[in-house]
């Protein structure tokens, strides 16, 4: 319980996740301090990841979006909200801040104990020739959604700058406004943070709902049009014409209340903290998307503005208030420190979903993390004779020297977040791929399979590094010395196969051994990688040099899709 003199005052700059969760669990601890939240939005607690949704009238009704309101800080907590209200100063040897209300102009200086940075992050605009004309729109706020939702009313056609989370958020839910929309994204993938290969399922599904995508495009500028549209300059030569655009490249913490007070500040542009949440001076402490966090595979520095981190922060900086304040350390089984970051996350794109979680291909190589191997698959989200089945596309990576899970991506249909779900929480346990291939998870004939597709990941893998099942690298594909043999049945050959490969389907393989060269490798491939697994294990147990290449003739597809 709190000391009688414990009426410290908590001063917290910014609500939404970060914020709002710091500001209720501190009260939750310290029933007699005075807690006071300021945000210069007219909202202090507001779902922002649902304002596409809003645009796209899936949420018909805008105060669904608002989580908290002041009232219910007031009456619930009582925590004191001061909306619409701008931190301008912070005086750190006095210990307070200069709030400005927007709505009267009024300064005032605010004394406090402890106060928390929770700005977040803001929107790039970079300096483009006519991108700050009225056409063009960020989406942050619930006002930035009543303007787009204005806009749409009287707009046919739409462009999107950014194929990421909220830019294919927005291209989905401006389609199904009835608009004609067009994706422009500067990297030559969608879903920037996912591997090209894995990307490539996600832009197959974006251009069958008739969305058009001009990849490796920057755009060079903004023009108005005589009629009141924009037309949109790309680096590609194009020209593209729309009655609105939605800006969705990206977001820059708001860093600049903490450098103007001197605090430090990141290589990737975020204020540093150390595990509690603790900014350089020890009465700041700061959280949420204007934090730098470290990547919990890789050890990088890095800027992660997800909502679940946020929430988390919140909650770890209240208990180290609480102990800076008061003195109080509660004995607990686990003392709450920040960890870093995962990066899980996922996406819903017109009945698609995408997941992921840990490091990517990518993130391992920036950070020079060598020894890694990589499995593909694909497997029906629930078994085959029960209707409705869907392939779950996954990637697997882990470590070659002891098999811990390092990451995961998947896209498919129903039940594909929950197989990173498993996989996310594996990974922050330690777990390897030998303990994925032994989960026992929910089995019934609507939801899985004996086998989930989590084991299955983790059979794969754990094959390979026992010596049973040698993969060969998808990068090498086309070198000299190299047979690529497919496994599947004639018809299926001839449907589609590797450029240079020949056919000798499973059945057959026994009995025409005699056919295969001795002098070099072989490289086994059919649909997805089961069947040449089997046929592996018989040319392995016959002398051969083979490998297999993972996720079979659809991860050659995919592969071909992100290369061209």
């Not at 619409?84 to 009024?106: F, H, M, N, Y």
């Not at 994204?185 to 001009?214: C, G, K, W, Y």
């Not at 085959?384 to 995961?408: N, Q, R, T, W």
């Not at 998808?474 to 490969?501: A, K, M």
């Amino acid at each position: 319980m709190a000391s009688k003199d414990s009426n410290k005052r908590v001063l917290i700059v910014g609500g939404v996740a970060g914020g709002a969760s710091c500001a209720a669990r501190y009260r939750r601890l310290c029933e007699r301090c005075d807690i006071v939240v300021f945000d210069r939005g007219p909202y202090v607690s507001f779902a922002n990841c649902g304002l596409p949704y809003y645009v796209g009238d899936v949420i018909e009704e805008e105060k669904a979006l608002l989580v908290a309101t002041p009232r219910l800080f007031k009456d619930r907590f009582r925590i004191e909200v001061c909306t619409e209200t701008e931190i301008r100063s912070i005086d750190r040897d006095k210990q307070r801040i200069l709030a400005k209300s927007l709505r009267s102009g009024e300064e005032r200086w605010e004394s406090y104990d402890a106060l928390v940075l929770a700005p977040g992050a803001g929107a790039l605009r970079p300096p483009l020739p006519g991108i700050d004309l009225p056409g063009v729109h960020v989406l942050r706020t619930i006002p930035d959604s009543r303007r787009i939702r204005a806009a749409v009313e009287e707009a046919s056609s739409a462009v999107v700058v950014g194929g990421g989370f909220i830019g294919l958020e927005m291209a989905e839910n401006l389609r199904r406004r009835g608009l004609g929309v067009s994706v422009v994204e500067a990297a030559p993938q969608l879903m920037p943070p996912l591997d090209e290969e894995m990307a490539a399922f996600v832009s197959a599904t974006v251009r069958e709902n008739s969305i058009d995508l001009h990849l490796g495009a920057a755009v060079e500028s903004f023009e108005q049009l005589p009629g009141g549209g924009v037309r949109v300059a790309t680096s590609e030569g194009v020209r593209l014409d729309a009655d609105l655009v939605i800006l969705a490249i990206g977001v820059r913490p708001e860093t600049g209340l903490a450098r103007d007070a001197g605090l430090p500040i990141g290589e990737r542009g975020g204020i540093l903290v150390d595990q509690d949440m603790r900014t350089e001076d020890p009465a700041i402490w700061a959280v949420g998307d204007a934090v730098e966090v470290r990547d919990f595979v890789t050890g990088a520095a890095m800027l992660m503005p997800l909502a679940g981190p946020a929430n988390r922060q919140g909650r770890i900086a209240a208990g180290s208030i609480l102990g800076a304040l008061l003195g109080e350390r509660r004995k607990q089984l686990k003392p709450m420190a920040f960890r870093g970051v995962q990066g899980t996350a996922v996406c819903g794109l017109f009945g698609l979903t995408v997941a992921m979680t840990g490091a990517s291909e990518k993130s391992l190589l920036r950070a020079s993390v060598a020894d890694y191997g990589k499995v593909y698959l694909h497997p029906g989200n629930h078994v085959g004779y029960y209707p409705g089945a869907e392939p779950i596309h996954m990637k697997l990576l882990f470590s070659k020297v002891d098999g811990k899970v390092l990451g995961a991506q998947a896209v498919g249909g129903a039940g594909t977040e929950r197989r990173i779900d498993v996989i996310a929480m594996a990974l922050q346990m330690g777990a390897t791929v030998f303990d994925l291939e032994e989960s026992e998870l929910c089995y019934a004939p609507q939801f899985g399979a004996a086998k989930d597709p989590v084991n299955i990941a983790g059979m794969i893998a754990a094959n390979h590094l026992r010596g049973d099942l040698p993969l060969a690298d998808w990068d090498r594909l086309g070198e000299p010395g190299i047979t690529v043999v497919d496994v599947r049945t004639e018809e299926e050959f001839v449907r589609g196969h590797i450029p240079g490969s020949r056919n000798v389907p499973l059945e057959q393989i026994r009995g025409r051994l005699g056919e295969l060269p001795r002098d070099g490798e072989i490289w086994l491939v059919c649909g997805v990688g089961q069947r040449a697994y089997y046929a592996t294990r018989v040319l392995l147990q016959n002398d051969f040099k083979v490998k297999n290449l993972s996720g079979g003739y659809v991860s050659y597809q995919a592969f071909m899709e992100a290369r061209h």
